[in-house]
């Protein structure tokens, strides 16, 4: 019997530092969301709301139109979920339409269309199926596109980007089996072998690598003369001699996701495909994430759409006690819900996408607020729409036809939607990660304050730092133009919501200056206060975008006074979720629930888990990734 493969033996705070080394560390534009948790209002920064070219929004409104005919006409998302799979005709026509280079650009055969343009194709697509949506954004939102574009040398780009606009699919390749969020203990290996490198290793849940033709992978380059060794990124092809698919994973919703494990042996990928230099791997990846991360929002926005679509025509006609169920209160306010967060979730990925478009702005917040907030929201929106259908809402679609109904299907949406609070970044990690970038400032003046391993002279000049910073700071706190009764008077009713982000970004920094002065180098350990803080700056953010897009659409459109309507609603229900997160800061269970949790770990608790019987089997919690051949079929699936 093989003995299990050794993974890297990794501190804490080894972990950390290298998660640390991996994060941007300067800030060389501005930041709406970044200057947003410092008590900084920058409305400048985002109003008036940024517009795309002429020229960009005729290419992407073109082709929005082709791709909206493709998916009503040859994308059969009912179909996809049954088979559990995409059909190859299916992805053919993707790919004779362009869509696997809608972001690459026309030199290389690509589209070129903006990130806000991007991002519709996207939630047009996800809205006909959410498995082929999930393909294409996983194919260039952090496939190999992405990083090319933005790390890959010419040659790379001349050799893979027009493969990639045109014929070949990518998949992203960092999760192992033993290796999620913290890939300082990465296992595989990429040893240095004359003008290559030997790939030997485990990838867990490869979305597109079922299918792909090129690889991003993730592997640990060892250290030794002429090799600086580190977590390293490489384009590999996907056919190359040494590497298995061996199995397609099934999930609880996404059926139709492409996804596998892909074992490396002795792959040889050549020194010129390796993408920077070594132990650049774990930046490509973050910098690739900033922007790509909009993909699963805008996913999410398209998703709330449809179900506001649905909602209104369901809740008009269902009726209940002679109305409309609608026209009960206890479902009105589930639909009053689902509109105005829709809009808020739209307002966030256009805002957030256009300043990426512009580049003018640092958005690596912002991108990060967008995905954290659209997973979450999006998923309360299913499930209430699933309630609003009550027994049809948990019945599937396949069987609503079957009996005479309309096959909606929102017990599928829930499904489908649950993934987005994990991957990309699950939403605990998120909090760390929007927490971290949060504190920058502070830690940047007074981190060496609360390090137990710097050495007092360093600790003094940080204190002077750090004085002279907060006699700046502190003060601009104490007042701001969200206590002017006529400030921000040029947006209607919505100004009292925008004096309530001012006043309320204050109490937010406010808030983590306590916080850190009271725990000190004991506050990384304060998770749930962390998320809080970001939750509540999550909310003003929206409450931000959606008050500039109502503005936007009163000047612009028709509909500017129903974009209103629907941004006061919003922000008022986002002001009660927030002033109960203020409240939570500092009353809540905290200290409790950690003292339960040491009970149940050390088995005080199995008491109560008496009276049932557990059908999961013994098998080990985490499969066995010890590097070497294969010895299960290749399942990887070649599109004609």
Known sequence: ??????????????????????????????????????????????????????????????????????????????????????????????????????????????????????????????????????????????????????????EQKDTFLPRLARTALSAF?????????????????????????????????????????????????PASEGHPGGITAFVVEADAPGITVEHRNAFMGLRGLENGVTRFHRVRVPAAHRIGPEGAGLKIALTTLNTGRLSLPATCAGAAKWCLKIAREWSGVREQWGRPVARHEAVGTKISFIAATAFALEAVVDLASQLADEDRNDIRIEAALAKLYGSEKAWL?????????????????????????????????????????????????????IAREAVDAHLSVAGDLIDPDTSLADKARAGARAGGFYARWLPGLVTGPGQLPG????????????????????????????????????MELKQAFLGRIVDIGAELFAM?????????????????????????????????????????????????DRRVVDAVLSGAHTWLEAGVVDPSGTAPWIADATPGPSTREDVHRRIP
């Open 544 to 592: 931000s975008a959606a008050c500039v897009r109502a503005e936007l659409l009163r000047t612009t459109s028709d509909h500017g006074a129903e974009a209103h309507q629907l941004a006061d609603a919003f922000c008022r229900q986002a002001r009660l979720r927030v002033d109960e997160l203020f409240t939570r800061l500092w009353s809540n269970t905290d200290d409790l």
């Open 1 to 154: 019997m093989t003995a299990p493969t050794q993974r890297p033996k990794v501190t804490e705070r080894e972990a950390r530092q290298t998660a640390e080394a991996a994060r941007e560390r300067d800030w060389h534009k501005p930041s709406f969301a970044k200057e947003l948790f410092l008590g900084r209002f920058r409305l400048d920064l985002v109003h008036p709301h940024p517009l795309p070219a002429d020229e960009d929004v005729r290419r992407g409104e073109a082709f929005l139109a082709v791709l909206r005919d493709f998916c009503e006409t040859r994308i059969d998302g009912a179909r996809i979920e049954r088979e559990a799979r995409i059909p190859d005709e299916t992805i053919t026509g993707l790919k004779e339409l362009g869509a696997l280079g809608m972001k690459i650009d026309p030199a290389y055969g690509g589209l070129g269309l903006t990130q806000l343009y991007y991002n519709r194709a996207l939630a047009l697509v996800g809205s006909a199926s959410p498995a082929v949506g999930a393909l294409l954004s996983a194919h260039q939102s952090i496939g190999v596109p992405q990083p090319l574009k933005l790390f890959g040398t010419q």
């Open 173 to 221: 390749l960092l999760t192992e089996p033993d290796v999620g969020s913290d890939p300082a203990r990465l296992a595989t290996t990429a040893v240095p072998d004359g003008d290559a490198y030997l790939v030997d290793g485990v990838k867990l849940w490869t979305t597109n690598g079922v299918v792909a033709d090129l690889l991003v992978v993730m592997a640990r380059v």
């Open 381 to 433: 929106i299913a499930d209430e729409l699933v309630q609003i259908r009550g027994g049809r809402g948990y019945e599937t679609a396949d069987s609503l036809a079957a009996r005479g109904e309309r096959a909606v299907p929102a017990e599928q949406l829930l499904r489908d939607l649950r993934i987005n609070r994990i991957f990309e970044g699950s939403t605990e990690i998120m909090h760390l990660l």
């Open 487 to 522: 400030a921000y008077g040029e947006f209607g009713d919505l100004a009292v919501h925008l004096r309530y982000i001012e006043r309320t970004s204050r109490k937010l920094a406010r808030s983590t200056f306590y916080a850190m002065s009271r725990w000190q180098g004991r």
